[in-house]
């Protein structure tokens, strides 16, 4: 069931943490409007979920253990960009180190911003010295 996977990241969490955990990835709705709710049974294959959802609830389950550190690869790239951009900006405000390793175009708000090729390694402070320096390149 989706509570008993938000478990297996906090095992004593109570059911507005769940829920607020489910918000911050914009799946609470989704999943109270379910017949079960929380108690909605989850099969292997992630149905009744889509894959998009799968991911956010893997999401919401990492952020239900207050990482000090979330990691979130290119698989988040699938992700609509407006839901994408709005849970991004939820996590960011949050009290731990969150880098994001994407191919996506580039979001705004983060501290800095890398560029990693197998050849070159960049770092930039913002999104306009990226910019910056992609154009000197052409």
Known sequence: SVRHWLSLS?????????INALHMVELDTIIL??????DTIIRPSGDPL???EMMRLKLAAALLARPRMLII???FDALHSDVRERIVQRIMGLPFT??????????DGFDGYMDITA??????QSRAEYEAHRHSER
Do not use: R, V
Request: charged share 15%; glycine share 6%; hydrophobic share 30%.
């Open 33 to 38: 409007n379910f017949p079960e709710g929380l």
């Open 119 to 124: 050849t070159t390694q960049y770092y930039y």
């Open 73 to 75: 690869n290119g698989l």
């Open 98 to 107: 969150f880098l994001y390793c994407s191919n996506a175009q580039f979001l």
């Open 10 to 18: 906090k095992d004593d969490a109570t059911h507005d943490e769940m």
């Open 50 to 52: 889509h894959f998009s």
